[in-house]
């Protein structure tokens, strides 16, 4: 049974950092690209970032790009993600997700986590 288990949110004030991780269990992680989505409060979800397989190549909303740093840790089933000045826009609940295929930069989800809550005070 494929499960990922989302950790580290919690609340910040507008520039604080967060690292999130996500811990992997019942797949073989080193074959899965994975990535993190977000959904805020009556919006839909959106893509935040994603790592290719092995870490080697990274993506990531234009929104985020320069604040937040996406990585894997594959010896540790696990991916994380660095969130550095946090705005309040960035309030949501942020979802990792696991997908075979890497669709230029971006993934679908074939499995995703139940979500951690990240709430950015102004």
């Known amino acids: 049974q494929v499960q990922l288990v989302e950790s580290g949110g919690g609340l910040v004030q507008t520039g604080g950092s967060l690292r999130l991780s996500c811990a992997a269990s019942g797949l073989a992680f080193s074959s899965y690209a994975m990535g993190w989505f977000r959904q805020a409060p009556g919006k839909e979800r959106e893509f935040v970032a994603a790592?290719?397989?092995?870490?080697?190549?990274?993506n990531y909303a234009d929104s985020v790009k320069g604040r937040f740093t996406i990585s894997r840790d594959n010896a540790k089933n696990a991916v994380y993600l660095h969130m550095n000045s946090l705005k309040p826009e960035d309030t949501a609940v942020y979802y990792c997700a696991a997908d075979t295929r890497w669709y230029s930069g971006f993934i679908r989800g074939d499995y995703w986590g139940k979500g951690t809550l990240v709430t950015v005070s102004s």
């Open positions: 790592i290719s397989w092995n870490g080697g190549t990274t």
